[in-house]
Structure formats: C-alpha cells, structure tokens
C-alpha cells in the first residue's frame, strides 16, 4: 500500500512538474514573443526620426549651398555680365570680373566646396573650377553639358557627373549665357551620417530617384544602387517605415527629392533580449522542479526589463542621442503646441542659433573637439534656460532653437529676459577652454517674437532665421531682434 501510495505521489509529483513546466515555458516564450514585437515597434520610431533627423541635416546643408549660389543674384551687374560683349571697355570687364571673385571666395572658401564657379557659354568662367573636374571636360562643351541637364528647370542637383561619384553637383541658371556650378566632396555628409550606439547595425544611405546611393555610412556602397530586395520592399513608399519579420526600413523624401532610406535587421534590435532570454530560460529550466514561484519571479522581471528598454528607446527618439536636448521633431511639436492653445496676455519668442567657424574647427581639429562644442554648449543652454517657460532643442548639426512662452510681460520685458540670458551664455561660452588653438568659442543667433494668435510655428521660425543670417552678415557672434536690438 506505501509503495503503491509512493508511486501515486510520484506519478503526481511528476504530472505537476511537467504541468508546471509547461506552463513556465509557455509563459517564457509569450513573454519572450511580446518583448521583441515591442521592441521592433519602438526601434521602428526611433529609427523614423533618426531618418527624420538626418533628412533634415541633408536638407540644411543642400540648403546652404542653395543660398551661397542664390546669394550671387544680389548684384545687377553680375547678373548681366557677358565675356562675349566685345563692346564692353576691357577696363571695365577687369573690374567685374575681379568683384565676381572676390565674391566667389567671400561665399565659398569657408564651406569646402570643391568648385564654386560661373560658367559661361563662351567658354570663361569666374572662380573656381577644380582639376578632377575640369579634367572631365577636356576641350570644351562644359556649358553645354550644364544646359542639357537643366533643360527647362532653373536649378538641378547632380550625382554621377560624367561618371563621378565622388562629389555632387548644384547647377544654377544664372542667365541666358551662364550657370553656376557649385560642388563638394560627399564625404562631406560624413558628419551628418552619425549612427546611435543603441542602433549599431544600421545602415543610412542618401539615394537619388534612380536609387543611386549618393552617399552611406557604409562608405564601400557609394555609387551603386540598392540591392533588389531593398527596392522591392520598398515598392513605391517613398515617405514612411516598413516592418517586417527580417528587417525594419524608413525611408524620408529631401526637399530636392532626395531620399535618405535608414535599414536594420530585427535580429540585431532583438539580439540583446534574445540572449537574456535563453539564459534566463536556462535558469527557470534548471530551477523550475523545486521552486515555482521562482520561474513566475523570472518571468515578470524579464517582462520588466523589456518595460525599462521600450521606455529608454521612447526617451531617445524624442531627444538627441548626443546633447540630450529635444530633437527637432518633439522641439517642433512642443512649440508649435504652444502656439495653437495661447493664453491671455501671453508673448512668445523664438531664438534661432548657429555655431560661428563650427564647420573649420570640426574639420581642423577632428570630430571628437566637434562633438565636445556641442555638448558643451547644450549643457549651457540647459543651465541657463531650465525654466519650465523655455524649450531647447537640437534642430540639426549645429544649429539650437529656444522657444520660449511668457505670461504677463510685454514685448519689451520678454526681449530683455531673452538678451540678458542670451548674454550669459555668449559669455561663459567664450571663456570655455577647449583646447582650439587661436578660434574662439561663439554663436549667432536671431530671436523673432509674436502674440498670441499672431503667427504659427512657421512663420516664426523664418523670422528668427532670417534675423540668424543677419546676425551671421553682420560680422557673427551677436543676435539679431525684431526688436531692434543687436547684442555682442
């Protein structure tokens, strides 16, 4: 009878276990299965505004390049200026042609282009033109080739040049005999591709509407096309994020129909949590027969530590993975959210900052003293604005926003907060030693304001930008108002 009792207990002790470690792994590998399924659906948006981000890099630097070229059109006489004039007094020619390029050097040297030249159909041109690519036009017929790429448009952005990949090309009709032709090298874009270490494995690409790759962060890619798979996944979405079983692809349309296409594999997003779940298993697998409340244990805190993972990458895809400040998308959002739900006797303001010589000291002293600028002056930022009525963000490379939301002041106190407190930062700015040699640390900015129901995001933030570049005409390192002050 004992023994018969004995194996009764046996048989049940051995049914519970199996029941219970059943269960236990069923639990796992739901657990498991919604981890990662969370896990793909926020390092998808993350992922998207990453892609935002860099497509708003791309297009802030295309832009730059854009108004160097326009900013030619300021002189009436550059405009209508004809080598081929034989009636022109050679006196006269000399010294346009000598203005045109010192102009040329005024707008170009700073910025790395590798040409920045007006090209006439005589065969003359004004500036300069490098020898990589004047070795691509040996006789003549430059002009020519420009033409037939502009057609009918007014401007055109160019990749592959009579088979250059190696730099991209602006093509501006000046008039009806002459173009202006800007270029750079597209490893120039390098510091605008930087990749999150929470996202290593990722691949970001600029591509063309032929899928050339223009430029990626695989630098080995430049000049082919996207693989077949990648194009077919994509179909005919040039604007959003597909996720699939394989991989996760976003893809962003630039303002000069450029795309920046950002790919993963799942495998390395899931990779992590795959691995704390087989040793996880493991430890429910070897513990599981004596302790049942052990397993459930495991179960919930591996549940918790995909909670905390999904929270930090939703952290991360509102702020910039380098200052910690808002990326442009929530600084947007913020803002403009401000603006479309005013208070009574509310006043608004909206600073825009650029980094002043940024560019030289990146590439003079290397991408390390670079990122130590913008972390140090975002911490600047954040020290000086951390009332509850200021938002700081990142709007790309190296350009800042305040936006800030005054309730009970006039035009004239919110201008005065924002000057003094403007000042403070220009001021420990300066006196940061980061070991540049003889550039000084400084910025300019622009600071647009506006009343309740006056203006939206847009219109105030080509305000604040249009007295930034004021600020930068007028000799840098000050800020630009509406209301008529300029602060150094």
Known sequence: MEEKFRKIQMRTVGLFTILILGVSLYLTVLLSGQ????????????IAAHDNQLEMNVDSYLAKVEKAASLLFGSEEYCTYDPGDSSMDPYERQRIVNSMEDRINDLGMLDNYTDFSVVYNNGDSIGWISNQTRSMYPTTGMY???????????????FGLNGNTDHLYYLKRYNDHAI?????YSLELKNYFQIPEQLDGMDAALVDASDHILYSSDLSQIGQTLSDDMIQTLGTITDGTILSRDIIITSNTCDNGWRIVCSIPTEAITRPMQIKNRRSLLGVLVIIALILWF????????????????????????????????????????AASCLSSPLEYSFYAFTMIDLDH?????????????DAVLITFAKLLRENFQEEEYIVGRLGGDEFGI?????????????????????????????????????????????????????????????????????KRNGKDRDSSEAGHEET
Do not use: C
């Open 144 to 158: 020519d080739d420009f033409a037939d790429i502009l057609g009918s448009t007014d401007h055109q952005w160019v």
């Open 403 to 471: 936006f800030a939301h005054f309730a009970g002041v006039d035009a004239r106190e919110a201008s005065l907060r924002i000057r003094v407190r403007l000042q403070k930062v220009r001021n420990e700015f300066r006196e940061v030693d980061l070991a540049l040699g003889d550039y000084k640390l400084s910025f300019s900015s622009g600071t647009a304001f506006t009343e309740p129901w006056k203006a939206n995001y847009e219109q105030l933030h080509k305000q604040a930008d249009d007295l930034l570049y004021q600020s």
């Open 295 to 334: 397993s459930l244990r495991r179960a919930k805190a591996m549940n918790l530590s995909a909670v905390s993972i999904v929270e930090t990458l939703q952290t991360q895809a509102k702020n910039d993975s380098m200052t910690g400040l808002y990326n442009k998308v929530e600084f947007e959002q913020e």
């Open 180 to 184: 202006i032709m800007v270029s750079f």
């Open 358 to 370: 940024f560019k030289v000291i990146n590439d003079t002293f290397g991408h390390a003293a670079g």
């Open 35 to 46: 981890a990662d399924n969370t896990l793909k659906e926020t390092a998808a948006l993350l």
